[in-house]
């Protein structure tokens, strides 16, 4: 395009502008969009501060309460627990992500693996319902429609007035009458996008990567576009407004709302999964074959115990240096640990899988790919709760393997077996409390800006490519009505 033409281009944004200012529809439309924006910017903000404030308090509140225990036997501090909080990124801010419903703790505790909790919301996933008003939803969602109602008829409203042929007559030509639409609402979609830009500013000073956050915003820019562009393209192929307003309509909830429920139904479909029940029971049944770690005579020991006799070279388990049932604890956590484990990663792959059939919608529907590089971008992503899955284990499993460490070689077998006879017994089954400084400090951080922008290429590669199919199509629009 040339000097002359963008200068035509530019006027004709400008009158653009001028209509929709003179439309109360158009700018009260705007004003709607930017208050929604600014207000759920404003809110999220306040309530994600708040949250972190929240759990950073109870994660050291719940540290301070396990290592002031007083004293006891070591298993009953094995079953006692502790909470893991985990802190989200700074850009959670403005995509919670999978976090409101996956949840944000972890309650960690001998023999078992507990799911997170404290979820906001548990009616539905990020894909299949309307979500919470956060300001990726509404940038994801409302603000599509909000430029649908602004510049439905940007085109179509020339032809319907009579007034393409005069201005074509002109010598200006269709693609310039284009462009210039295009560029009104692309100067409209940064100016909606400016609250979402200063909090992702924000963001940077309190510790987000700048190229993290330029990356998440230029990644909305690129979808709003991809509706301007949308906008334009209906608009210049259908004759009247009436028709323009419906088709775009039409696609907007065919994007926005049918599309993520079909991607998440496929995925589940094409990805199945065994339920709760199902997984607990097998489960179960696995468990059941590793002997219970409670009885120290439980026969599937067997081995274990003569291993030990044999390596210490003594003929009872009363001989040995070391407790027995503390041995015997701590081997089948280990075991325990491996088996649930296996169904845990087992599990998590499934979700992965599941989660990259719905991320491959995102050539069909903007809008699926948007939410997965804004996810991806904000750190809160199905990897990264898996990530916090697999970390909040690991902790668990040293802070159990360290209480039975000290039921090893702390207590008396002696002492162990008869602690329930009297008080006396139960007392001399106890260690100091000292021995509960084994919790490891756990601070859960985001993954890496170059993690978070590799997992995000193919949404910005199907970002990209509606780009331009949009702009072929709009090119043949053009030819077609020039």
């Not at 991607?263 to 999964?273: E, F, K, L, N, Q």
């Not at 087992?346 to 939410?371: C, H, Y």
């Not at 970390?391 to 002492?415: A, G, I, P, W």
């Amino acid at each position: 395009m040339n000097l002359s033409a963008f200068s035509t281009a530019y006027t004709i944004a400008k009158d653009e502008w001028r209509y929709w200012l003179r439309s109360k529809i158009a700018i009260t439309v705007l004003i709607i969009g930017l208050l929604l924006t600014l207000s759920s910017v404003i809110v999220t903000s306040i309530n994600m501060l708040e949250l972190n404030h929240d759990r950073h308090d109870l994660q050291n509140a719940a540290e301070q309460t396990f290592v002031e225990q007083p004293d006891r036997h070591p298993h009953r501090m094995v079953h006692y627990g502790h909470y893991a909080f985990r802190l989200p990124s700074p850009l959670a801010t403005l995509d919670p992500g999978v976090d409101a419903y996956t949840g944000n703790s972890v309650f960690l505790e001998g023999h078992r693996q507990n799911s997170a909790m404290f979820a906001d919301q548990r009616q539905g996933t990020a894909l299949t319902k309307l979500g919470s008003l956060s300001p990726a939803f509404i940038v994801q969602v409302l603000v599509p429609l909000l430029l649908i109602l602004i510049g439905y008829s940007s085109v179509s409203r020339e032809r319907e007035s009579q007034t393409l042929t005069f201005i074509l007559s002109q010598g200006t030509s269709i693609f310039v009458l284009i462009a210039g639409k295009a560029l009104a609402l692309i100067s409209l979609i940064g100016l909606i996008l400016l609250p979402l830009i200063l909090s992702g500013l924000f963001t940077i000073g309190n510790g987000e990567n700048p190229i993290v956050v330029a990356s998440f915003l230029l990644g909305y820019a690129f979808y709003l576009i991809i509706w301007a562009l949308m906008i334009i393209l209906f608009s210049t192929a259908l004759s009247k407004n009436s028709e323009s307003f419906t088709a775009l309509t039409f696609v907007w909830i065919l994007f926005c709302i049918a599309m993520p429920r079909i991607a998440s139904t496929t995925a589940s479909t094409t990805v199945p999964s065994a339920g709760k029940l199902e997984t607990d029971f097998t489960v179960i049944a696995e468990l059941r074959k590793l002997g219970d770690g409670h009885n120290a005579n439980d026969p599937a020991f067997a081995k274990f115990k003569a291993s030990l006799l044999a390596q210490y070279n003594v003929d009872t388990v009363e001989d040995l240096p070391i407790n027995f049932r503390g041995a015997v604890a701590s081997r089948s956590e280990a075991e325990l640990t491996t088996v649930l484990n296996k169904f845990a990663e087992k599990r998590m792959d499934e979700e992965l899988s599941q989660t990259q059939v719905s991320r491959n919608f995102g050539w069909l529907s903007p809008m699926v790919a948007i939410k997965t590089l804004s996810m991806i971008s904000a750190g809160t992503s199905i990897e990264t709760h898996h990530r916090f899955m697999r970390e909040t284990e690991k902790l668990r499993f040293d802070f159990v393997q360290s209480l039975n460490k000290v039921h090893v070689e702390q207590l008396n077998y002696q002492d162990d077996i008869n602690r329930n006879l009297n008080e006396k017994s139960s007392k001399q089954a106890r260690v100091d409390s000292a021995n509960w400084q084994v919790l490891n400090d756990f601070t859960f951080t985001p993954d890496s800006p170059s993690t978070r922008l590799q997992r995000s290429v193919s949404s910005y590669l199907q970002l990209l490519v509606w780009i331009i199919v949009l702009v072929g199509f709009i090119q043949l629009t053009g030819r077609r009505a020039q």
